[in-house]
């Protein structure tokens, strides 16, 4: 029996054209959906593909459908966000995970303005995953997740160029992945991620950088040596998400390709994890998708270098 996902994609009645209402991107319904179903031939899997007119429909439809796929796919688009109706849970209490997965897809960041940003993560216990700032690949890396396959579009998407060169820095207290609070993070160790990573990048022909730090200002180093050295940036700044102008700063110097990772959903956690100064500095982000969302970064980026998309749009 073929797997099968439910794609809900939200619309504005006033877009005629179907777009998801997201001024940085001028993708169509049927353009979306025309790659999605073009994917799921490919990976033999079936899919059920709906537009939605407003928030309620979403919701109504995650409540009555979501447990007969494998997987759901929500791109709310200008509509009010479905995944807020809920709620979060309680500060300090992640909410018990959906058996049937559930990513929040947007093409484009748009938490880009100012010099933070309220962290767009599912808020509710719908979410189990949040992808923006990819365009059409992240609608195909959600896909691609979902059937637990890499996230890019096929082997000729990834056009491997040499001398393409990636740092992955990780934050405060990632050196403790695999003890600290494993219900949340997850049971790998930062030394089984950096092993992980280090294939994968050697799979998709990149140069990797794998980094820990629990030092504000080595993490702001290791971003101005990227400089000149890197044509990417995978950072999961851990706390430093939350308070640190510094890396902000950083980041916005930086010219590359620049990708925000959270292993958890800072949205369903304390208020004060709600905030995020990288969110405003970097092309797009990947979270709640565990360790998991490091692969996917990996190739997200992959195929962003390999289009040639080096010059960060927040410059």
């Known amino acids: 029996m073929k797997a099968s996902i439910l794609f809900i994609y939200g619309q504005l009645s006033e877009h005629s054209d179907g777009s998801s209402g997201d001024q940085s991107e001028s993708l169509t319904s049927s353009a979306v ?25 979403i ?6 459908d979501s ?8 791109s709310p688009g200008g509509l ?10 309680p500060a300090g209490r992640e909410a018990t995970p959906q058996p049937t997965p559930v990513i929040e897809v947007h093409p484009g960041n ?7 940003a309220a962290l767009s993560t599912n808020e509710s216990a719908w979410g189990s995953g949040f992808i923006c700032g990819f365009g059409l690949d992240g609608y195909l890396a959600a896909i691609r997740s979902i059937r637990s396959q890499p996230a890019v579009t096929g082997k000729a998407r990834v056009r491997k160029r040499k001398g393409l060169k990636v740092y992955v820095l ?6 403790l992945l695999g003890y600290r609070e494993p219900k949340i993070y997850g049971n790998t160790t930062l030394d089984e991620l950096g092993r992980h990573c280090l294939e994968a990048a050697r799979q998709l022909g990149l140069e990797l950088r794998f980094l820990q730090s629990n030092h504000e200002g080595e993490l702001v180093e290791w971003i101005q040596e990227a400089i000149d050295a890197a044509q990417g940036i995978i950072i999961n700044a851990a706390a430093y998400t939350h308070t640190s102008i510094a890396i902000h700063d950083a980041l916005r110097a ?3 390709s620049k990708i925000e990772l959270h292993i958890s959903n800072p949205r369903r956690r304390e208020p004060f994890r709600h905030w995020s100064y990288v969110a405003a500095a970097v092309d797009g982000i990947v979270a709640v998708l565990g360790t ?3 692969g996917i970064s990996l190739q997200l980026m992959a195929v962003m270098l390999a289009d040639g998309s080096r010059k960060s749009r927040t410059q």
Do not use: M
């Not at 919701?59 to 009555?64: H, S, V």
């Open 33 to 57: 959906r025309n790659a999605a179903e073009a994917l799921c031939a490919e990976t033999d899997t079936r899919l059920d593909f709906r537009l939605a007119d407003d928030g309620k429909q």
């Open 254 to 256: 930086y010219a590359g």
């Open 67 to 74: 447990g007969n796929f494998a997987g759901v796919i929500v």
């Open 170 to 175: 990780n934050g405060p207290n990632l050196n």
């Open 292 to 294: 998991a969302g490091y």
């Open 59 to 64: 919701l109504q439809w995650l409540a009555r």
């Open 80 to 89: 009010p966000r479905p995944v807020t109706a809920a709620g979060p849970p």
């Open 110 to 116: 748009g938490l880009h303005a100012g010099s933070g």
